[in-house]
């Protein structure tokens, strides 16, 4: 079975300049999550979906952060404009979503951003 | 709101001996999961064991197993005969089953030395 996939895995920008990350769940996953890790830290959510739709996105810095899941499937997280402290791994993870409760998360290899 | 503390930065241990990495958290929630990740360098993250707190047994999974408190609020992750192929971050997490969301705490660096 293929994990979560994610691209680029590597990513130097400008502060000021837009940046877009993809994720690609396992295949069958309804819920998908992206999470922000800033170096030295744990993992903190940014959002989450169920198939198409926003379940949570409290923790989303909305004025320059955005995300979208359309088809259900894969999905996109993207800044505009960037700043120097968005600087983090990006990391995207999916689990099946039917229901059960406590279900584990899948995570993919993240995006190394470096915003300059 | 719950709050995932790891006391210890990070860790060393020498190679087959065991090692114990330290998780308290804090909540209202009677009802949780709890759950042990493994992200080694640059490399992505992996669950490594996992707890319901409802169950009183302590999760075990080969060499890795937990100690379990709920009064005391406490989740350590024991880990025995560590292998240098350990070495990684690692990042103890709790989970709210009402929305399966997860808080994590800043995580343990632990070296597994030769």
């Known amino acids: 079975e293929a994990g979560v996939a994610q691209s680029p895995r590597y990513k130097i920008i400008e502060k000021r300049q837009s940046v877009a990350f993809w994720c690609n769940p396992i295949s069958g996953h309804a819920t998908l999550y992206w999470y922000q890790q800033i170096l030295g830290q744990g993992p903190k959510l940014l959002i989450q979906?169920?198939?198409?739709?926003?379940?949570?996105d409290s923790q989303l810095p909305k004025d320059r952060f955005s995300a979208e899941r359309l088809k259900g499937v894969d999905s996109t997280l993207k800044i505009q404009p960037a700043k120097l402290e968005d600087s983090a791994v990006y990391l995207c993870?999916?689990?099946?979503?039917?229901?059960?409760?406590?279900?584990?998360?899948?995570f993919g290899p993240g995006t190394r951003l470096l915003v300059l | 709101a719950q709050t995932v503390t790891q006391s210890q930065p990070e860790m060393s241990v020498q190679e087959a001996e065991t090692v114990t990495l330290s998780c308290t958290y804090d909540t209202s929630e009677n009802n949780y999961y709890l759950f042990w990740y493994k992200q080694p360098p640059s490399r992505q993250m992996i669950l490594v064991i996992r707890q319901e707190a409802y169950k009183q047994q302590n999760a075990t999974e080969n060499r890795f197993s937990v100690n379990f408190q709920k009064a005391a609020k406490s989740f350590s992750l024991k880990i025995s005969d560590s292998q240098l192929g350990d070495t990684a971050m690692y990042f103890c997490a709790f989970m709210k089953p009402k929305n399966n969301d997860m808080r994590f705490g800043a995580g343990t660096r632990l070296t597994v030395k030769p």
């Open positions: 993870a999916s689990r099946p979503g039917g229901g059960r409760i406590g279900e584990t998360q899948y």
């Open positions: 979906f169920q198939n198409n739709g926003v379940v949570d």
